[in-house]
């Protein structure tokens, strides 16, 4: 069974937990992952752009000129498309991008990558995060002490922490969410994880089937 150790704020270790093989120790499913990645990006966009056709623009109820007679090309509507101000041929049409991935194939990325993370030594846990105000200094100071000031980090509480949340927003590198939260796309943006005890057993809980 896997073990890693429970750091404090200074980077001491206070202790070792196991970590569940069927979350931690999985064999990495890179295809997974970029569905789920795929997926989810797809479902933030809007969709909501929208042209307007022919039948749509405003005005061209009327024949420009007669059929015949003008030695002019024969037109039957000034908002045709080949008009200026005219419809638009094909254009985009309200939609809804969202693609359908199944619930296991979201377990099996999100193993995946906590797995590939724990195996690389880029996966820290601290036993709590307990931050007297929320200056952003001290938090650097944090994450100095556990050797993630210089990487791109991910850092995941079980619950809202307001003071934690409120010292790393402004770091470029640093991203901050509970774990409920936290999407396949959000841990793919970073390099490293800090996660809470709480938050390692919850997603235990959650992953092991």
């Known amino acids: 069974m896997p073990r890693i150790a429970v750091l404090n704020q200074l980077g001491a270790e206070v202790g070792r937990i196991n970590l569940k093989k069927e979350v931690f120790d999985v064999e990495p499913n890179m295809q997974a992952v970029f569905d789920v990645v795929n997926a989810q990006r797809a479902a933030m966009r809007q969709g909501t752009h929208k042209t307007k056709n022919r039948t749509e623009v405003r005005g061209g109820g009327r024949k420009p000129w ?7 090309a024969r037109h039957g509507s000034i908002r045709s498309p080949q008009w200026r101000g005219g419809g638009v041929v094909f254009g985009p049409t309200p939609r809804s991008y969202k693609l359908k991935v199944n619930r296991k194939v979201v377990k099996l990325a999100l ?3 906590l797995t590939d993370r724990f195996k690389s030594g880029n996966l820290v846990v601290v036993d709590k995060f307990e931050l007297e105000d929320h200056k952003t200094k001290k938090f650097v ?4 002490n556990l050797n993630a000031y210089d990487k791109k980090v991910i850092v995941i509480t079980e619950e809202y922490d307001e003071k934690l949340w409120l010292a790393g927003r402004n770091l470029p ?7 409920p939260h936290v999407s396949v796309y959000d841990l793919t943006n970073a390099e490293m994880y800090i996660t809470t005890k ?4 919850a997603y235990e ?3 092991k089937q």
């Open 66 to 72: 007669r059929q015949k007679g003008t030695g002019r």
């Open 111 to 113: 193993k995946s990558l």
């Open 141 to 144: 100071e944090i994450l100095k």
């Open 173 to 179: 590198n640093v991203y901050i969410d509970v774990r």
């Open 198 to 201: 709480d938050a390692v057993k």
């Open 205 to 207: 809980g959650e992953l």
